[in-house]
């Protein structure tokens, strides 16, 4: 940083902003790209990023308020991630550069004051903004010019927490009156450093204070001054065993990446068949050159196991993680470490992706079709596209896996843009025998068939596990009065409420709405209200019913807050004290359990049938993703349950005919012209008003058409299947356009939310 005489000018992009575009801002020092500010938007101090110098502009400007990062912690190849994501998925640039850091108070600032001595005019330490509201500049002046008060500065420093002692300290009182304690020197020493650190391991503590004893903590302690923090650690002892040997087509397909270790390759291997064991190899060569490697996973449930077995595989590495469930003051920590180089290995979410790490030699994205890795909220966009560009960028190769690759991926390594490799066999167990049930012939029971209570009976009895998959969270999927008809509606949205015996309430899965249940229909006032369809708290009740002796545990988003009841639920399952799973997806991705001989779906309909250009895909990937959880230790067995026994998707997925598919589905996707042909723009306008709403979209549709002459396939405006979400009003304009085609996107001047989605992917509207 350097004061220069004349004044700079710099386009700012503005935080968590909806808006597009940049805003100039001047200041007298001179700054680079990527560095935070605060600014002063519409009269409100707001944290803004540079984004890079500009002229003068004809308009008055004003100046930046304070600078906050003395560095830019992006680089060049960050700056021009954020260009590329911006222009492709037109995305507000302030929200993709809130995306480069964790959420909360990373190096930021708080200035305290504290009184040192009697005569302050402070009793106890005070935010300095609040001290200064209270008494007045001049006197705060008077205070800390005749030292009777010091400023202090908090910032969230680093937590080394990872150490192996679990004893960590922190203040007991947040802000505490200094002087009232008679406090030794080393006393106030440790009292200042913990103010500024929030908590901190007990021996490092001794080690940076240099203190000779423990006795000054001890004595603190003693006086409820500092206390012992608890701190949820990861279970560091769950450690997977190392694999002894590749097979030799493991080997063949690891030497084949090797040999062009650079660009995106794509390896479709069948479930079960050991990616992993290819990526661990592959790891290992990028770690021993002293590079970092991120490993992204689509959910975050799936971090437990693939930790124990990275413990495994590289003993004394240093194994990070970053995803949105853990707690901030972490996500700082980790984000650090992972900035500073003191992470090997990075498992992440989608929003690992922009970690700026400066050192990374290889991405990994594992169950590269899971629909996660597209930011299903502004900003909208997809992480797998940003991971090809980002590895381009660093000139580092991108390894994506799955057993049932994404359309449009798959495609491009059909066209050597990527490159593919096949992995058939399984190294252990085979791929499960699946039958099909007609349940319009079904004997059985309104959830199970007959045969499939058979089938769990005589698992039960050979001592192996069985998943029950079912689409729907919650007891019921609907309720409805048996007199007139009448459907209950979450006040907020256009979508039926479920029951949730449990809690027992009635909840909408869009907007979260839960009202305790009734049984007095609203409309015709009888007492005849039902609940219909079935969730996975009704097929555990009922399993449990039938199979009293089993040990059943249901997992879906209901029972897993948290991840570390996830991780218990995952090692239970391992140590085989559970029979019977009753999930949803959640237990459909990628885990990896070698005593499940029986996988059963109860309601494969339901998956075949979600809106969207993409619903064929997403259906074949969950069906054949469920499957593949059986037999990974010995031989497994799989049973669908449907009403569409002759649907062609699903023998598909049965067989494991990807091929099958992908010649179908890409035929079907070139005849109506989606992608990946053809670029799919959605663009939602919402608004509290219904009528709003469709004007709004008229409009909107109307100065689109005008700045896009050539795009000859624009739609709208839509009144979609649920229109009404959170208590906006929707309309949509669907937008289909040649490739390379540069869309212009108008900015009018409507009071309605204006959101774009291009290409989605996964359950969006
Ligand atoms: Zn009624
Ligand atoms: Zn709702």
Redesign the pocket.
Same mark, same amino acid.
């Given at each position: 940083m350097s004061t220069t005489e004349e004044t700079n000018y710099y386009e700012i992009a503005i935080s968590n902003l909806p808006l597009n575009g940049y805003f100039t801002y001047s200041s007298k020092i001179s700054l680079k790209p990527g560095q935070r500010v605060h600014v002063d938007f519409s009269n409100k101090s707001y944290l803004g990023y540079v984004h890079e110098r500009t002229e003068k502009p004809e308009y008055k400007t004003k100046e930046i308020l304070e600078i906050i990062d003395k560095e830019s912690y992006l680089s060049k190849k960050d700056m021009s991630l954020i260009e590329y994501t911006c222009d492709k998925f037109h995305t507000p640039p302030g929200k993709i550069f809130d995306l480069f850091f964790p959420p909360g108070k990373l190096l930021k600032k708080i200035k305290y004051l504290y009184p040192v001595d009697s005569k302050s005019i402070l009793s106890e330490t005070t935010r300095y903004d609040i001290a200064l509201k209270k008494f007045g500049k001049e006197q705060i002046l008077n205070d800390t010019d005749k030292k009777y008060s010091k400023e202090l500065f908090s910032f969230i420093a680093k937590n080394n927490y990872k150490k192996k002692s679990e004893k960590f300290l922190e203040i007991n009182i947040p802000l505490y009156n200094t002087y009232n304690y008679n406090l030794t020197s080393n006393g106030e020493k440790i009292v200042d450093f913990l103010l500024s650190v929030e908590y901190i391991d007990e021996n490092e503590l001794i080690k940076k204070m240099a203190l000779k004893s423990r006795s000054s903590i001890k004595t603190l302690l003693k006086n409820k001054i500092i206390k012992y923090k608890e701190i949820e650690k990861d279970d560091e002892n769950w450690n997977i065993e190392r694999i002894k040997a590749l097979t030799p087509e493991q080997e063949n397909i690891y030497k084949n990446i090797f040999s062009n270790f650079l660009g995106i390759h794509l390896l479709h291997g069948l479930t079960g068949t050991g990616k992993t064991e290819i990526y661990f190899k592959l790891m290992e060569i990028v770690l021993n050159k002293g590079y970092q490697v991120l490993y992204m996973v689509p959910e975050v449930s799936l971090t437990p196991q693939l930790l124990a077995r990275m413990r495994g595989f590289f003993p004394g590495r240093i194994l990070g993680t970053y995803n949105s469930y853990l707690p901030n003051n972490q996500r700082v920590s980790n984000w650090l470490d992972a900035k500073e180089k003191n992470i090997n290995i990075l498992v992440g979410t989608r929003s690992s992706i922009w970690l700026p790490l400066d050192n990374l030699g290889l991405i990994i994205i594992d169950e590269e079709h899971d629909t996660s890795y597209y930011n299903q909220n502004n900003p909208f966009f997809d992480s797998i596209d940003i991971a090809i560009k980002k590895a381009e960028l660093l000139n580092i190769p991108l390894i994506l896996g799955s057993a049932t690759p994404r359309i449009d991926h798959y495609q491009k390594a059909l066209d050597k843009h990527f490159y593919l490799h096949e992995l058939k066999n399984r190294p252990k167990g085979k791929l499960p025998e699946v039958e099909i049930i007609d349940m319009k012939k079904n004997s059985g029971s309104f959830l199970f068939s007959a045969r499939s209570l058979n089938e769990i009976k005589n698992n039960l009895k050979k001592n192996l596990q069985t998943f029950i998959f079912v689409n729907r969270k919650g007891y019921s999927n609907y309720i409805v /009065?048996q %007199? /007139?008809?009448?459907i209950i509606k979450c006040p907020n949205c256009s979508i039926s409420m479920s029951y949730h015996k449990s809690k027992n309430i009635f909840k909408c899965h869009y907007c979260n709405h839960s009202v305790f249940s009734f049984t007095e229909?609203p409309? /015709? %006032?009888?007492k005849?209200l039902i609940a219909r369809g079935y969730g996975t708290e009704k097929v555990e009740n009922e399993i449990r019913k039938i199979f009293p002796e089993a040990n059943v545990s249901r997992i879906d988003k209901e029972t897993i807050e948290n991840n570390k009841k996830f991780e218990k639920i995952l090692k239970e399952i391992s140590l085989k004290k559970i029979d019977i799973i009753v999930g949803t997806k959640m237990i459909s991705k990628g885990l990896d359990f070698p005593d499940v001989g029986l996988v059963i779906v109860l309601d494969s309909d339901k998956l075949i049938n979600i809106p969207g250009y993409y619903s064929n895909e997403i259906a074949f990937q969950q069906i054949n993703q469920v499957i593949g959880r059986s037999g990974r230790g010995k031989k497994g067995r799989a049973i669908i349950q449907t009403y569409n026994e002759e649907n062609e998707l699903l023998k598909n997925a049965i067989n494991s005919e990807y091929e099958t598919f992908y010649n179908n589905e890409i035929e079907l996707r070139k005849n109506f012209a989606y992608p990946p042909y053809m670029n799919f723009i959605q663009i939602s306008i919402k608004n509290k008003d219904e009528k709003s709403s469709l004007e709004d979209s008229k409009r909107y549709l109307m100065e689109f058409t005008n700045l896009n002459k050539s795009i000859s396939q624009i739609f709208g405006p839509i009144k979609p299947f649920v229109f009404k979400i959170n208590n906006e009003f929707i309309h949509t304009i669907n937008i289909k356009a040649e490739k390379n085609y540069q869309i212009n996107y108008p900015e009018v001047a409507i009071k309605s939310r204006v959101e774009i989605v291009v290409n989605p992917y996964g359950n969006i509207l």
């Open positions: /009065c %007199k /007139c008809g009448h229909c409309e /015709c %006032k009888s005849s």
